[in-house]
């Protein structure tokens, strides 16, 4: 459907207002689609992304600043998510041994079997745009994304 028809609007201020109002329509459907998808696991998608970071550096821990850093979502509060998570048994919390300001963060073996099993819903929601999109407009689409934000 194309955002004209979406949103019920049919003029823009110019095409650049458009993409920009797409850009967010379109975000935000995809935020619902990942939600739902992660709904039967009882995850956020923030905490999602932290557990795909923590599977990335397995077995070794990651400090709740690396985390930060490494988050789709700057504006996330790490820490909180990280409480929650433990909260879940899916990671550990950890003094750091070098430095005992820091707190080390690692994925617990629950985090690593329920990370598998919403992995796995995930790749089901994005079959959606997988058949939708040729692997070529995807590639475009990355490299427009990429050139806005840079």
Not at 69 to 79: C, G, L, Q, T
Not at 88 to 100: F, I, Y
Not at 127 to 137: A, E, F, G, I, S
């Amino acid at each position: 459907m194309r955002i004209e028809e979406a949103i019920q609007q049919k003029k823009f201020k110019d095409e650049f207002q458009k993409a920009h109002i797409n850009v967010l329509y379109t975000a935000s459907w995809i935020h619902q689609q990942t939600m739902q998808a992660l709904k039967p696991f009882n995850i956020s998608w923030q905490q999602f992304n932290i557990l795909r970071i923590l599977r990335g550096m397995h077995p070794e821990p990651a400090s709740v600043k690396l985390l930060t850093e490494r988050m789709i979502d700057k504006m996330s509060n790490a820490s909180r998510l990280v409480e929650k998570l433990k909260q879940k048994g899916l990671v550990e919390r950890k003094s750091c041994k070098a430095d005992r300001r820091q707190v080390d963060v690692v994925i617990t073996e629950k985090g690593l079997n329920l990370l598998t099993l919403a992995s796995d819903a995930m790749d089901e929601q994005m079959d959606v745009v997988r058949n939708r999109l040729t692997r070529h407009q995807a590639e475009q689409l990355n490299e427009l994304l990429d050139a806005m934000r840079y």
